[in-house]
């Protein structure tokens, strides 16, 4: 991924939007950000995958992939996400 976040961000970002920004990937360098608490990927449809290492982040508690055909999902956390009726 061309993205890369510089390593002054790893202990201050909490929120991360990156909605709508016709993403193909989930920068890796993302998953240094120790203080993440946040993150929005919605609607980057080019998003097929989700690093491993995003579990990682023991701060991150939200995590918006409304809208993405994710493939790597781990059946355990699909059961546990919220049901749309």
Do not use: K
């Not at 990927?41 to 055909?69: H, K, V, Y």
């Amino acid at each position: 991924c061309p993205i890369e976040f510089p390593i002054v961000l790893r202990d201050s970002l909490e929120v991360l939007m990156l909605n709508d920004n016709q993403l193909e990937c989930v920068p890796q360098s993302l998953c240094r950000l120790h203080n993440l608490t946040e993150l929005y990927l919605s609607n980057n449809l080019g998003i097929r995958e989700l690093p491993a290492e995003l579990g990682q982040l023991s701060n991150l508690w939200q995590l918006d992939i409304e809208n993405l055909n994710i493939n790597n999902i781990p059946q355990a956390v699909r059961n546990e996400g919220t049901v749309l009726l």
